[in-house]
């Protein structure tokens, strides 16, 4: 339910939500964050998106205070004027992982897997190539031994069979939460990331730091990988209209689709009203 007045923190995923269909990001949309920071709101991207992107997620969200990365794992505050100061950096497990995939390859069959096994700048995922995947030149094929050969920031599979969400539904009955955290992102694989660690995990150092209740945070987002900062947030909880259906349930409103602005044009009527 949304509450009077303004919210104390506003918090958006980035693909699908703030970020349009070609990978851009408007000048109203980054105008009108601008005027969300001057109006003394912190401002948040919450992104599944791992460390090794944060130049291009920058970008994207120029006004953010914070960034809340890799599903909720890593978060950076850019608020301190000697430079990005690291708040969480969690990892999974390289044979936590590896037993992971053997149980559930046994449930399933056989998995496409790629890690995100580095934070440095641009570093490619490694693993098995999968025509699905939309960013072939971030993308390195490489074994299953090299790709666990050391802890992750997190893993993706997905297997010819099943629908991403079957098979987030299968993974979730042989993968506990102390095991893994599980959700996708609308990329058409599931992925796996270390225990505890979601947007609204990742969303709690943040408001921890600031002094921010939940209660006061506005969020938004398209898909699943949203719903636990959209269960944690209590301001509101804004879909835009293009979200997957689970994410409009769970939604108090429905903004515009993200290729029409739906987050900048929802902003800018709560700042004018």
Request: with cysteine; hydrophobic share 45%.
């Amino acid at each position: 339910m949304t509450r009077p007045g303004l919210p104390k923190l506003i918090a958006t995923d980035l693909d699908g939500t703030l970020v349009r269909s070609d990978e851009t990001v408007s000048a109203y949309t980054h105008g009108v964050l601008d005027r969300v920071r001057a109006a003394g709101i912190p401002v948040v991207g919450a992104t599944g998106r791992g460390p090794r992107l944060k130049e291009l997620t920058r970008n994207d969200i120029r006004a953010a205070d914070y960034l809340v990365m890799a599903g909720g794992g890593c978060v950076v505050d850019q608020s301190d004027p000697a430079g990005p100061v690291v708040l969480r950096d969690e990892r999974l497990s390289a044979e936590v992982l590896a037993a992971l995939l053997t149980d559930l390859e046994a449930a399933v069959g056989p998995l496409t897997v790629m890690v995100e096994g580095s934070d440095e700048h641009d570093a490619p995922l490694w693993g098995d190539y999968h025509p699905a995947w939309p960013y072939q030149d971030r993308f390195e094929a490489r074994t299953r031994a090299e790709c666990l050969s050391h802890d992750v920031i997190k893993a993706f599979v997905r297997t010819a069979d099943h629908h991403v969400d079957e098979l987030l539904e299968t993974a979730r009955q042989f993968v506990g939460p102390e095991v893994a955290s599980l959700t996708q992102a609308g990329l058409g694989f599931v992925e796996i990331c270390p225990p505890g660690v979601d947007k609204a995990s990742g969303l709690t150092v943040v408001a921890d730091r600031l002094g921010v209740d939940p209660a006061d945070v506005l969020v938004f987002g398209d898909m699943p990988n949203d719903l636990p900062m959209f269960a944690w947030a209590g301001w509101s909880r804004v879909a835009v209209s293009n979200a997957h259906p689970l994410v409009r349930a769970a939604a108090d409103e429905v903004t515009l689709r993200n290729d029409d602005d739906g987050v900048a044009v929802y902003l800018d009527r709560l700042l004018s009203r």
